[in-house]
């Protein structure tokens, strides 16, 4: 049974799930954003430092499934150093990749690649992109909420 | 006079098999394996007895009730008016008008607040409800509430899932208009105390609503020996069809209710000047009914009948007591509703697996299970959880799909640690 869902859920996205990564609060954080996925009880905050135009810092904490949890770890390790343009154009992408609407360029996302399976499963591509949507209001300075609904 | 089953005509003994057989959807394979459909609480699969009755009345009968004079005006009156008396001897009364139907439970629930309560609630009255409620039994008191001015009460549960009976007993005042309890938990399959609970209520002079939705499929219900005021149920959630369930009401409280929805039917004469009402319990019900719908949900009781209702609650029991055991062994399971007295609803968490992931996987083992809050979060949140895998079940499920549930998440857990 669990062969079929291979696709999903790959030994990178569960190895993220079991130690997820820059996972602490940040104290003297620029940014903190929550962000929320009602229908299935995703729950994570984003914290960023900014030094100029680029994330110098980025860390993340919350509770859900193994989709969201994995990409808010992954995601922090695309976009810690990167400018905060290149996390906006990171973020289409990735968004690209998880919806299949679009093109999406595969090798400049590396790792994140491992996420094309979600696209498979429709009912799961919101708990993949609440971490980088709660990062994109992060980075904007939007200070509300996110919700997937 | 209630129907009683007598020695002479009493039903077979229950062959899971046979049961199985009758219901079409269950014959299915879904991502290359065969369904086990463990979302009962959620809605009943239908049998074919079902189905017929619906395709009948849409391929032989279907005309407008009540008002027309042909034939088949006739028929389809004579078969609406047929499932409102199978209805109420269903729930142990023996007058088909106090039978109203609606839309389902919720609908009831909604319609009772907004007529009879409203109607005997005053600013600075209470409501009593029960923690451990679906949101359909939170809601509607919510908002009457909010116009009225009164205050809703929370009968809290203790850590089993159970209605702390010392806690109901020290709320209910001289204030008291109204209570309104499930007879089961759909979260945690808790069966409440409520004969103890209208009596209670009644002393203290409120009237009670039974929200009966979870326990309509699964145990004897009988409004006279619980001798409550107000009975919701849904006929979906007892292998019926969607979009049509019943409030069972007292004779005397539905003549003295206001009407709740204005249109047709409801009247019985309509000038600029002056409406006058119908009597019950066509007050209650305006405008052109789910038709089929009503004559599904006889069907369904008939299908109920005659099994048994006994038969089926003994035979979920077993269920029950199987999959608790089973389920227990497996580590890092935790069963959320561990009351004496339980339907077969089994919520669960575990440890460090989210409900999703838990749903999506067992999915894809062609298990059909529902995660998230089940429209009870007051309930998650006291047992501090956000969510819950919930396996609930009916007279078509088996040991077999007991065991196939535990071996799927026995694999979950293993790839999980």
């Known amino acids: 049974m669990f062969d079929d869902m291979r696709e999903l859920y790959q030994e990178v996205i569960m190895d993220h799930n079991r130690k997820p990564r820059n996972f602490h609060r940040m104290d003297g954080a620029d940014r ?14 984003v914290f960023v430092r900014l030094e100029g135009d680029k994330v110098a810092d980025i860390s993340w904490e919350g509770v859900g499934c193994a989709i969201s949890k994995s990409s808010a770890s992954l995601m922090t390790e695309a976009v810690k150093g990167r400018t905060t343009e290149e996390a906006r154009e990171m973020y289409g992408q990735f968004h690209n990749l998880v919806t299949r609407e679009g093109s999406a360029d595969v090798a400049s996302l590396g790792k994140l690649k491992v996420f094309a399976g979600v696209g498979e499963f429709p009912a799961r591509v919101k708990c993949a992109t609440l971490a980088w949507r709660t990062m994109q209001a992060a980075i904007e300075g939007q200070e509300e909420a996110v919700s997937t609904e | 006079m209630k129907q009683k089953s007598d020695a002479a005509t009493a039903p077979a003994p229950f062959d899971v098999a046979s049961v199985r057989a009758q219901f079409p959807v269950l014959a299915q394979e879904v991502h290359g394996h065969p369904l086990v459909y463990l979302d009962n609480a959620a809605t009943t699969q239908k049998p074919a007895a079902v189905i017929d009755a619906e395709t009948h009345y849409y391929e032989m009968d279907n005309a407008n009730i009540h008002r027309g004079v042909h034939e088949l005006s006739q028929r389809a009156t004579r078969s609406y008016e047929d499932a409102r008396a199978k209805v109420a001897r269903f729930v142990g009364s023996d007058d088909p008008a106090e039978i109203v139907f609606v839309r389902g439970t919720t609908e009831a629930i909604n319609l009772v607040a907004q007529t009879h309560v409203r109607s005997v609630l005053n600013k600075g009255d209470e409501v009593v409800i029960g923690e451990s409620e679906h949101h359909s039994n939170i809601v509607p008191w919510q908002m009457l509430c909010d116009q009225v001015g009164a205050t809703l009460r929370v009968i809290p549960i203790d850590d089993h899932g159970a209605l702390r009976m010392d806690a109901y007993e020290d709320l209910l005042s001289d204030r008291t208009r109204f209570v309104s309890v499930a007879h089961v938990s759909n979260a945690l ?25 979870q326990a309509a499929p699964h145990i004897h219900v009988d409004v006279a020996e619980l001798d409550c005021d107000f009975y919701a149920l849904s006929s ?62 006889g069907a369904a009781v008939d299908w109920v009948t005659g099994i048994g209702i006994e038969a089926i609650a003994a035979h979920e029991h077993d269920l029950l007591e199987y999959a608790t055991e089973r389920l227990s062994a497996l580590p890092g399971l935790r069963i959320i509703g561990t009351a004496p007295e339980k339907a077969a609803v089994i919520s669960f968490t575990l440890d460090d697996i989210h409900p999703h992931d838990v749903g999506s996987l067992l999915d894809r083992a062609g298990i059909a299970v529902r995660t998230g809050h089940h429209c009870a979060q007051p309930t998650m949140a006291h047992f501090g959880v956000a969510a819950t895998s919930r396996a609930s079940f009916a007279a078509y499920n088996t040991r077999d799909e007991v065991d196939a549930l535990v071996a799927a998440l026995a694999e979950i857990i293993e790839v999980f640690a």
């Not at chain 2, 399959?189 to 409120?206: C, F, K, S």
């Open chain 1, 32 to 45: 903190e954003v929550e962000g929320h996925n009602p229908l299935c009880g995703d729950s994570l905050t």
């Open chain 2, 189 to 213: 399959g808790t069966v409440n105390p409520v004969q103890e609970i209208v009596r209670l209520a009644h002393a203290h002079g409120a009237k009670v609503l039974v929200d009966g939705a």
């Open chain 2, 236 to 297: 979906h959630k007892m292998y019926g069809p969607t979009g049509v369930g019943a409030l069972w009401g007292r004779r005397e409280l539905l003549e003295a209710m206001p009407p709740y929805q204005g249109g047709g039917d409801m009247i019985s004469s309509v000038t600029f000047d002056k409406t006058t009402y119908n009597e019950i319990p066509y007050r209650f019900e305006a405008g052109t009914p789910n038709i089929a719908g009503v004559i599904g949900f």
